[in-house]
């Protein structure tokens, strides 16, 4: 074979790759237009990873939009008579402090709770942790100083996910069960969460925090 017909045969080769790689990818392309709705939901779904027996004898509500999470304990605390909460979270809300009001998020969630009909006698108040991480120690922490088996966390749906990647292990290592619950967040919908400012920031926010705390921890 000349070098003519080497090159018309090496050009023939290079042709046919491309169109199977192009053929390839306008394929992937297609399905990926044709199933975009399912693929956009099973992200979103992904985020909410909690458990359909989420019973326990103590419940952890944890920091951050009280007002929803506050809601979801006392809709647990009227299912769950015998059940003690406590509320966590450290942070103070930067809109409050602008109107003189100092307070932390636990106090929130634990005043929403009362004005829900909660006993307070049933809601224990843990002013730390600003960060998922530091009230899955905090907790943990105290469920061995209090000898508790198993624990049940209450915190936003699309949390979910990062906060059973985080608790677990260090839940598992003590031999102490933990479960979850997830609060309905109006601002986050898996069903469409594309579409609406708020669900495209509350998605991705929450899937650089998963690898951030991948990463990390």
Not at 124 to 153: F, H, M, R, V, W
Not at 199 to 204: D, H, M, Q, S, V
Request: hydrophobic residues 40%.
């Amino acid at each position: 074979m000349d070098n003519i017909e080497i090159v018309k045969s090496n050009r023939k080769f290079y042709q046919k790759k491309r169109w199977i790689i192009s053929s390839v990818v306008f394929l992937i392309m297609a399905l990926t237009f044709t199933n975009r709705f399912t693929i956009l939901k099973s992200i979103g779904y992904f985020l909410v990873a909690d458990d359909a027996t989420y019973h326990s004898p103590v419940y952890a509500v944890l920091g951050g939009n009280s007002a929803e999470r506050g809601r979801a304990a006392a809709w647990l605390a009227r299912q769950e008579s015998k059940s003690k909460f406590l509320v966590t979270g450290g942070n103070r809300p930067s809109q409050l402090a602008a109107v003189g009001i100092i307070t932390t998020e636990a106090q929130l969630t634990k005043q929403c709770m009362i004005h829900l009909g909660v006993d307070s006698l049933r809601i224990e108040k843990l002013e730390k942790g600003t960060s998922s991480k530091e009230e899955a120690d905090l907790l943990l922490d105290y469920c061995k100083k209090n000898n508790i088996p198993q624990i049940t966390i209450v915190s936003g749906q699309y949390h979910l996910r990062r906060l059973r990647r985080t608790f677990e292990p260090l839940f598992q290592s003590e031999q102490i069960k933990v479960k979850f619950f997830g609060a309905y967040e109006k601002d986050f919908n898996p069903e469409n969460w594309w579409t609406s400012e708020s669900g495209l920031i509350y998605t991705n926010n929450e899937y650089i925090k998963i690898l951030y705390y991948w990463l990390k921890y």
